[in-house]
């Protein structure tokens, strides 16, 4: 079994930055491209961004992107999301996911393992 470990959420105010780690173990897995997505609370679940494993393709939601950054370390099995200019619609738990798909990242149905989230929360 794979496990996913995030950390990196807390507190922050408004217009300040976090940065989330997630960090894979556990059985031999080579996914496709790891994930985060986030919900807030009384929400769905959402996509926020994604990266192929090769570090060659991200991509992003409209709400975060242009402060929001996706990076990966392959030889530390780790994904770091990397979130600047936070604002109160930021605030929820955040989740990350590895997938072995290559295609339809944004749908949390094409991920295969989850973390068990972190939560961040972005005061006015």
């Known amino acids: 079994q794979v496990q996913l470990a995030e950390s990196g959420g807390g507190l922050a105010q408004a217009g300040g930055s976090l940065r989330l780690s997630c960090t894979a173990s556990?059985?031999?897995?080579?996914?496709?491209?790891m994930g985060w997505f986030r919900q807030a609370p009384g929400k769905e679940r959402e996509f926020v961004a994604f990266?192929?494993?090769?570090?060659?393709?991200?991509y992003y939601a409209d709400s975060v992107k242009g402060r929001f950054a996706i990076s990966g370390d392959n030889a530390k099995n780790t994904v770091y999301l990397q979130m600047n200019t936070l604002k109160p619609e930021d605030t929820a738990v955040y989740y990350c996911?590895?997938?072995?798909?290559?295609?339809?990242?944004?749908?949390?149905?094409?991920?295969?393992?989850w973390g068990q989230g972190t939560q961040v929360a972005v005061s006015s």
């Open positions: 990266i192929r494993r090769s570090g060659s393709n991200t």
């Open positions: 996911a590895a997938s072995k798909a290559y295609s339809s990242l944004y749908y949390s149905s094409r991920y295969d393992y």
């Open positions: 556990g059985r031999t897995f080579s996914s496709a491209a």
